[in-house]
């Protein structure tokens, strides 16, 4: 069975470029969400330390992780590593789904070693289907302890994946994991630097190669352009700061990066689908 929020209900949900997970509570090592992916969406690349699992629960999407592709469908459970790159896009007009990460050194305290393995990208699997059900239903209902309910169900799910569906052998050749480690490292930096004057020069230093070799790499595994990413990078950091209520517009736009105010209204209303003034005035009218 599929725990499907209503429409209305559920958000567009653009992650990152590096993601440091911030877990709300230590005793409580896991995020959870429900995602909807439009074809209008701006799709860029990013990677995280943790696992993260999707449960496809309506159209169809294009999971990537690393070099690896594949199409999921209505009751398809994607696992995607840690420290892989990845991107969710939809095939079809709209796709949606849960959105499961943990902490990775919870389930290695566990005993699931989750960072010495690499699990199936692609699942279908009824006992699996069963388990994120589970955990669905806690996470939405909340009952009494839907904490521990939900880790022990947690548990159920990432071991049944660690003992029928870890992979062996290498997907990625000597190359290829070149160039990914390389496109990580400058995701990295990017992302530890956004409120700096950030050029092409400094980033493919970082990643210690030239910036010629670079930039084709960058393009050839995310798709984007070197200042393309970074330009995203800093919207969607501005994004979560115009949330939270605390920071206008001029001070998200300069913490940031973005020195030119006109040019953070467009660059944001190009990658953000909306004018960061939107953003700013809906979270004070929530505060």
């Known amino acids: 069975m599929l725990f499907c929020p209503q429409k209305e209900g559920a958000a567009l949900i653009q992650q990152s470029s590096y993601e440091t997970m911030a877990f709300p509570e230590?005793?409580?090592?896991?995020?959870?969400?429900?995602?909807?992916?439009?074809?209008?969406?701006?799709?860029?690349?990013?990677?995280?330390?943790?696992?993260?699992?999707?449960?496809f629960t309506e159209g169809e999407g294009e999971v990537v992780s690393d070099t690896q592709r594949v199409r999921c469908k209505p009751g398809d459970i994607a696992c995607v590593n840690p420290a892989h790159l990845h991107s969710v896009e939809p095939?079809?007009?709209?796709?949606?789904?849960?959105?499961?990460?943990v902490e990775r050194e919870y389930l290695e305290r566990q005993g699931l070693p989750v960072g010495d393995i690499r699990l199936k990208l692609k699942v279908s699997d009824s006992?699996?289907?069963?388990y994120f059900d589970q955990v669905v239903?806690?996470?939405?209902?909340?009952?009494?302890?839907?904490?521990?309910?939900?880790?022990?169900?947690?548990?159920?799910?990432?071991?049944?994946?660690?003992?029928?569906?870890?992979?062996?052998g290498a997907v990625s050749t000597p190359a290829q994991n070149r160039r990914l480690s390389m496109v990580k490292t400058a995701i990295r930096y990017i992302?530890?630097?956004?409120?700096?004057?950030?050029?092409?020069?400094?980033?493919?230093?970082?990643?210690?190669?030239?910036?010629?070799?670079?930039?084709?790499g960058f393009k050839e595994i995310t798709g984007?352009?070197?200042?393309?990413?970074?330009?995203?990078?800093?919207c969607s950091h501005a994004r979560r700061l115009l949330i939270t209520g605390r920071y206008n517009v001029t001070e998200a736009a300069q913490r940031s990066g973005f020195e030119n105010l006109s040019y953070f209204t467009r660059t944001y209303k190009r990658y953000m689908g909306a004018l960061p003034s939107r953003e700013d005035?809906?979270?004070?009218r929530q505060r």
């Not at 006992?127 to 069963?130: C, S």
């Not at 005035?281 to 004070?284: L, Q, V």
């Open 26 to 55: 230590e005793e409580f090592p896991v995020i959870f969400h429900y995602d909807v992916l439009r074809k209008d969406t701006e799709f860029f690349m990013h990677w995280q330390d943790n696992p993260e699992f999707l449960y």
């Open 91 to 101: 095939v079809t007009p709209e796709c949606r789904y849960y959105c499961l990460i």
């Open 127 to 130: 006992m699996l289907r069963e």
């Open 137 to 168: 239903r806690e996470m939405l209902e909340r009952e009494p302890y839907y904490k521990t309910a939900a880790k022990a169900r947690i548990l159920g799910l990432v071991s049944c994946l660690c003992r029928h569906y870890a992979e062996n």
């Open 191 to 216: 992302q530890e630097h956004l409120s700096e004057g950030l050029d092409i020069e400094a980033i493919s230093a970082a990643a210690g190669f030239s910036k010629y070799y670079f930039c084709r």
């Open 224 to 234: 984007r352009t070197v200042m393309d990413y970074v330009n995203f990078a800093r």
């Open 281 to 284: 005035t809906a979270a004070n």
